[in-house]
């Protein structure tokens, strides 16, 4: 029995199956990098680093690839209003993206490709749509002829009728249909451009993602994943401008996450709901707001406030509880005890579970109830009179495992010299740059980790506290 998902193209469960054996090529889209993700970004972060861990877990190599957004209308608006150029903005957010979802757990992607690193990529993808007969020039903008491509709305599952009714030509735009859209802007005053066969300008936003999954994964990958809102119009625009140019299918298998509410009402500026990670990791451990995302199926909504999060602590807290119990507990282990068998055949089991709840289309919230077994029968174990080392590793051991793969901590990991020196460079490094706030958050961190830092004329040196 291996692994099945959800197909957002076909609306079932299929069994996963990639295009090469032990290999998966999988492409999620990343934020437009014009201020702090919010909480909505974040779930897609968590989420899909969960499913790469996973089907590491299972033995695949995973190539990930993750874009940033780094010029589009919100980050050019934002370089006026703030009187600074876009490259300084979207270098700034992405360093704070890496910060903040690191410390949600994610691992990097093997790739993350800008839009304005691999600008001939998409100038080069455009310009063969036009040759194709897929896209048209108009007054120096590009757009994608939507009718001419007989798939399109399968993703979203619209006919391409209804989809008319709700389209507009906006002023100035110069279409052939009101449902074609752009693939290449036309310069406007004051904004950053580059040269292209058009003229001056800048690409739409739906063609970015094309371009870079083929230049980084080929012209048909397993998985593209990202938020519910991205699929329509965004990953549909995705598989028409990709399936028109190479013919191929461009995704195999399309995963997408429910939305985040805000004490039940959908989240955006204009309600003033509007949450940033960035804020919450200063309350909160990050690891809770890892665990509270994965406790509700991917696919479902998610309602979040403070109170649900403080609440999940407790939960959290439960397993952590036992883990550091069972820790302890080995260091006065015996292997006296006669009943080892059992009580392993009970962890395997457990393990076999957390297996097949993973293998259900990603059921993080059925899997972390085995983490609570566990660490129930954990317990139960250490309540006994004499405990087997064998048993008290093999409990720890899955533990440890299971909650790898949801990435989530459940000690306190102890700092290496290695992780320490780096953090200290990286400290000397902000306050070059007079980064002040950042080279205090460094030292608080290693305070709060028992390093203390001494800064002398020979440079900055440390020790563990006592």
């Known amino acids: ?22 290999k998966v090529k999988m492409y999620v889209c990343g934020p437009t990098v014009y201020n702090y993700i919010h909480i909505g970004n974040a779930r897609p972060a968590i989420v899909f680093d969960t499913v790469r861990k996973y089907l590491e877990f299972r033995g695949y190599e995973v190539q990930y690839v993750s874009n940033f957004t780094d010029v589009d209308d919100k980050l050019i608006r934002a370089a006026k209003e703030l009187g600074e150029e876009v490259p300084v903005i979207a270098e700034r957010f992405i360093d704070a993206y890496h910060e903040d979802v690191s410390s949600l757990g994610c ?53 391409i009728d209804d989809l008319k009714s709700g389209a507009r030509i906006e002023v100035g735009e110069k279409k052939e249909d009101p449902l074609d859209f752009a693939l290449w802007k036309n310069a406007k005053e004051d904004e950053i451009t580059w040269d292209s066969p058009w003229g001056k300008g800048r690409p739409g936003w739906h063609i970015e993602c094309s371009a870079m999954a083929r230049k980084y994964l080929g012209d048909t990958i397993d998985i593209h994943a990202g938020g519910q809102d991205l699929a329509f ?18 995704a195999n298998y ?23 990670v960035h804020d919450i990791i200063k309350k909160f451990d ?70 097949r709840e993973m293998d259900d289309d990603f059921n993080t919230a059925n899997a972390i109830s ?10 139960l174990y250490l309540v006994e009179k004499n405990t087997s080392e064998e048993v008290l590793h093999a409990f720890i051991k899955v533990m440890e495992d299971l909650a790898t ?19 200290i460079q990286e400290r000397i490094d902000a306050r070059k740059n007079r ?32």
């Open 286 to 355: 990050p690891n809770l707001l890892r665990f509270f995302i994965l406790s509700v199926h991917y696919r479902h909504p998610i309602n979040y406030n403070e109170e649900l999060l403080e609440k999940t602590k407790n939960a959290l807290e439960r397993i952590k509880t036992a883990y550091a119990n069972l820790k302890h507990r080995v260091e006065s282990a015996s292997d006296l005890a006669d009943n080892n068998a059992q009580w392993l055949k009970t962890i395997e089991d457990l393990r076999t579970s957390f297996i």
């Open 233 to 250: 119009p965004h990953h549909e625009n995705e598989i028409a401008q990709s399936e028109a140019l190479t013919g191929k299918p461009f």
């Open 370 to 379: 085995i983490l609570f077994d566990l660490a129930k029968q954990a317990n």
């Open 435 to 466: 980064d002040f706030k950042r080279a205090d958050e460094i030292r608080d961190e290693l305070k709060s980790r028992d390093i203390i830092l001494e800064d002398t004329a020979q440079g900055t040196r440390w020790k563990r506290g006592s």
């Open 405 to 423: 793969v949801l990435g989530l901590t459940l000690g306190e990991q102890e700092l290496l010299d290695e992780d320490i020196e780096r953090l």
């Open 1 to 22: 029995m291996g692994i099945k998902l959800y197909n957002t193209l076909t609306r079932q469960k299929e069994e996963f199956k990639p295009l090469e054996e032990n």
């Open 254 to 276: 399309w995963l997408h996450n429910g939305y985040i509410n805000i004490d039940n009402e959908k989240m955006s500026k204009s309600l003033g709901n509007f949450v940033l």
């Open 107 to 159: 691992s990097k992607a093997t790739v993350h490709p800008r839009v304005t690193e691999n600008m001939d990529i998409i100038i080069e993808f455009i310009d063969e749509l036009v040759k194709k007969g897929f896209a048209y020039e108009s007054d120096g903008d590009v757009y994608y002829r939507t009718r001419k491509f007989d798939g399109y709305g399968k993703l979203s599952h619209q006919p």
